[in-house]
């Protein structure tokens, strides 16, 4: 009896292996197919080329460029507004109702589809303030959408740090936003970033919601350049252009029958998980680095 | 040495500042205090403007739509055909498209992810953990468009090699992908959830005699029910929202059937097909994809609530 026992673990062990194979070769399955569908397409040409009718003279520059300023748009709009929302709740927020308001409507916000941000967007940015299907309205429902897991991973990065840093500041007679601003935030800076590094990598890929606002899939100019010759040299002219970026191209090219174009959406597949997967690995080491090195 | 201490008493009696000073510096600092407290609570409230603007402007469209349309018909016709001559708007086989493809996932996330999450919550050992929740996290940050173009150009023209007469757009393919998906989700959640149960129970099952895999079945699985079924649920809420897997490979033909060898259109397929053309705003078109986005919505909250219910339930015992 023992033996069938013995018999039935390594059994299980064998299951369980097995079944974290299978996700694991599934993302080496998928990673791979696009290596062998679309790696021989991405050269200088790939990168720096407009969409074409042509498959093998189409590029991804616009997209390249677009996903970059939406990025920018939404890392300067949803960063600080969900690290002060973080610090808000962890340090400020006394326990009232309206503390557990804000506190459920981020656990719902994460919890809602990206593809309802992109109805939001629509409604709100695209017609009701008029901002049209521009690189500004998708910079804002982007960082909209990455606000709850900014919060939610600054909230735990500072809640791991000690209180007694805290009472050591208040004790010094520093005000709040002193300790926070001295103690509190350097110390968990390495946790913050880990959570924004995560956060953009999740809005870089994301689809539906910029589908949705109504973003072209067929772009062959480029948005305003930021710097002019005349003063002030700032230009945010950019900010209200029409934009593709990096899944929409995608997305265009799957939607095309055709074989050039498959390896052309394999092409920019890979590259968007490469930037992705690059994304991740900076996180996982930032998050390495920080375990390592702090001990209270 | 004591003209050191003399000078340095000097100089500390010149730094000190008058009593009135002192005041008008704590008043600043005061108001500097109050002016930051003020706008970190304006950045917390953007999550609660958020949400109720979300509410709003989908019950808002919403309206202008059930004007049109009885609500009656929008929950029993069963045909969606909004932008035909003759247009029909049942809710029905929209809802049965995302039903069948996220039943497809569940049927793949939740025996790999519960086998998988038992065997590294209680088996593995803990630089197994730590090496292979990476890689799941990185399963979990592919792009979503990506996994649409494995399940239309992989993992369908892998399906057709089993069973020839399967369309190039059906349902099972991208259910499939789906299930891989949401499988880091649920076994994260999963894993939580076993970890939480105490040790001592597990001693003491040891102690009676039973093996690893008994106690894992018989004593850890039980004791962390909750938190399983919440895993389950936030894994069908991800499965129901999951939009581009379903619009690029599942077809964009609303059509009502509980058989997933067959295309048919998810709600959230039907929104990006309609946001892909150019419908004009106001428009029962336009106004469609939101009466579309309320049921989804509603659908997601519900099993979102539930969910976190049940993940407060475990927490709660232990």
Redesign the interface.
């Known amino acids: 009896m023992l033996r069938r026992r013995k018999r039935t673990e390594a059994m299980f062990k064998i299951v369980g292996i097995g079944s974290l194979a299978l996700a694991i070769g599934t993302l080496a399955l998928l990673f791979g197919a696009l290596v062998v569908e679309g790696a021989s397409r991405i050269d200088w040409q790939f990168l720096t080329s407009f969409p074409s009718r042509r498959a093998m003279q189409a590029g991804v520059l616009p997209a390249l460029v677009g996903s970059s300023l939406i990025m920018l748009v939404t890392a300067v709009v949803g960063i600080p507004l969900g690290v002060a929302a973080a610090i808000y709740l962890e340090e400020y927020a006394r326990r009232t109702w309206l503390t557990e308001l804000i506190e459920v409507t981020v656990t719902n916000l994460a919890g809602v589809p990206s593809i309802i941000f992109g109805l939001l967007a629509l409604g709100l940015f695209v017609y009701i303030l008029g901002l049209g299907a521009s690189i500004l309205t998708a910079g804002l429902t982007l960082a909209l959408l990455i606000l709850p897991v900014v919060i939610v991973t600054t909230r735990e990065a500072i809640r791991a740090i000690p209180v007694q840093i805290r009472e050591a500041a208040f004790a010094l007679g520093a005000t709040k936003w002193q300790t926070v601003s001295h103690h509190v935030l350097p110390y968990s800076a390495a946790g913050i970033l880990t959570g924004i590094i995560l956060s953009l990598s999740r809005a870089i890929g994301e689809t539906a919601p910029i589908v949705t606002i109504g973003a072209l899939t067929f772009i062959a100019f480029l948005p305003p350049a930021p710097f002019t010759d005349q003063p002030p040299f700032l230009s945010f002219e950019w900010l209200m252009s029409p934009f593709t970026v990096m899944p929409i191209q995608m997305f265009a090219w799957v939607s095309r029958p055709g074989a050039d174009f498959a390896s052309n959406a394999a092409a920019a597949g890979l590259l968007l998980v490469c930037m992705t997967f690059a994304m991740n690995g900076l996180a996982i080491y930032v998050r390495y680095r920080m375990r390592k090195r702090v001990s209270w | 040495m004591d003209k050191a201490v003399a000078a340095m008493q000097d100089g500390i009696s010149a730094r000190q500042p008058t009593v009135a000073a002192i005041g008008a510096r704590r008043k600043a600092?005061q108001r500097?205090?109050l002016v930051?407290?003020s706008?970190?609570?304006l950045?917390?409230?953007?999550?609660?403007a958020?949400?109720v603007?979300?509410l709003a402007?989908?019950f808002?469209?919403s309206l202008g739509f059930f004007k049109t349309v009885p609500l009656i018909d929008f929950l029993t016709d069963t045909l969606w055909t909004p932008l035909f001559a003759n247009p029909h708007y049942g809710i029905l086989p929209l809802l049965a498209g995302t039903v069948v493809t996220s039943m497809v996932g569940l049927l793949v996330a939740i025996?790999?992810g519960t086998?998988?999450a038992?065997?590294?919550s209680e088996?593995?050992s803990s630089r197994t953990r730590e090496t292979?929740k990476?890689?799941?996290?990185?399963?979990g940050?592919?792009?979503?468009?990506?996994?649409?173009?494995?399940a239309?150009?992989?993992v369908t023209p892998a399906l057709q090699t089993l069973w020839s007469d399967l369309p190039g757009f059906n349902m099972l393919g991208p259910g499939i992908v789906i299930g891989?998906m949401i499988?880091?989700l649920v076994?994260s959640l999963s894993e939580d959830a076993m970890r939480a149960v105490p040790m001592v129970l597990r001693e003491g099952s040891y102690a009676v005699g039973a093996?690893?895999?008994?106690t894992a079945w018989r004593v850890v699985v039980p004791a962390a029910t909750s938190g399983l079924v919440a895993a389950y649920v936030?894994g069908v809420?991800?499965a129901?929202?999951?939009?581009?897997v379903v619009?690029?490979a599942a077809g964009q033909n609303p059509n009502l059937t509980w058989n997933p060898m067959e295309p048919a259109a998810t709600i959230?397929a039907y929104?990006?097909q309609v946001?892909?053309g150019?419908l004009p705003?106001g428009s029962i078109g336009y106004q469609s994809?939101?009466a579309a986005?309320l049921v989804?919505?509603v659908m997601?909250?519900a099993?979102?609530m539930l969910?976190?219910i049940m993940r407060k339930r475990f927490r709660e015992i232990y």
């Open positions: 600092r500097r205090e930051i407290e706008g970190l609570f950045a917390a409230l953007v999550s609660v958020a949400t603007t979300i402007i989908l808002s469209e025996p790999l086998v998988s038992i065997y590294l088996f593995a292979i990476p890689v799941l996290e990185l399963l940050a592919v792009p979503t468009i990506v996994y649409g173009y494995f239309l150009l992989v891989i499988l880091p076994i093996t690893r895999l008994q936030l809420s991800r129901v929202g999951e939009t581009m619009a690029i959230t929104i990006v946001a892909l150019d705003h994809i939101f986005g989804l919505a997601t909250f099993f979102n969910g976190h």
